[in-house]
């Protein structure tokens, strides 16, 4: 009784929830390095719906004028193949709405973004041959050292990463890209898409190439931002005017504001949930990741949204 109170009281004062996930299967994509399995997806989303809980669309989400903590919207990201075959069949038969934010170089397999390469690179080499070659890197890449190999790999420049992967790529003797998006198709199809987009699901913007937005200009931020858009209008896909920030990173207000004015985004999504977020009013919404080790519902939706305090804007 007393949870179901302080369950109570808690929505009683916040706005809808956006969860998100990125690949949905039984093994780990060799691009990208958390899953959750669709048995699970669908346990969580029926224990939701049993505790009270209903999805809406994050279009419904934006518009509506009394938002409510018993509401939940179910998004994706990078637009992995496994949307489709494990995660919609779940979806279709819960009726739950659906928004997947998709980076424009991947769609329709066309590439692997650098966040996806270095995800395959670290299935394929161990950290501690990958430490053995950072003091040589270090400095001709701009490597930041740190505890985590994945944060070293990533401090590289934006501008420098494609080069980075090159040298990887020749070092370990690694496959050709285009080879292991031909044999895996990783990505969503065209065909794929635009089936979905049929039943209902929205599609939306994650930057071209996955990038750190938070490291770039605003001139580069924009050209990211565009190649995206056009990669839609390319492929005839219909897209909601809406950025899902890659990692989460957020930009600044000001960035926001142009890109808003100049591009028409009118929504933008980072991860740094905290009560007071997701209303009407906020141009930044968040949303709460569903598959790090150990997601509980009560806790990730409601409890560490009301302890965090809100991020200073700058």
Known sequence: MFLNLALAVLRSFSAPKVLYFHHVGSRRSPFYTL???????????????????????????????????????????????????????????????????????????????????????????SDHQLYEELPGLAAKYGLKESDSISQTLFSCPQERRQELLAWFWERFNLPDPAHLLKQEKPFLSTKQLKEMVS?????????????????????????????????????????????????????????????????GISRFFGIRSHIGDNLASNLLWQRISIEAKGFDPFLDLQVKPLLRRPKRRY
């Open 35 to 125: 899953k959750v399995s669709a048995p699970s997806l669908r346990k969580l989303l029926e224990s939701l719906m049993g505790s009270g809980f209903s999805f809406i669309s994050l279009q419904h989400a934006l518009e509506s004028k009394k938002p409510s903590g018993n509401q939940i919207c179910l998004c994706s990201d990078d637009g992995f193949a496994s949307n489709y075959y494990d995660a919609y069949p779940i979806l279709k038969e819960l009726r739950i709405p659906f928004t997947m934010f998709l980076p424009g170089m991947c769609m329709d397999n066309k590439a692997l973004a650098p966040n996806h390469l270095f995800a395959y690179l670290r299935t394929q080499v």
């Open 199 to 263: 039943a209902g699901v929205d599609l939306a913007l994650h930057s071209h190439s996955h990038a750190d937005l938070s490291r770039l200009s605003y001139a580069e931020i924009k050209q990211e931002m565009q190649d995206n858009i056009r990669v839609f209008k390319e492929l005839g896909l219909p897209y909601k005017p809406w950025l899902a920030l890659p990692y989460g990173r957020e930009i600044s207000d000001a960035s926001m504001q142009s890109l808003k004015k100049e591009l």
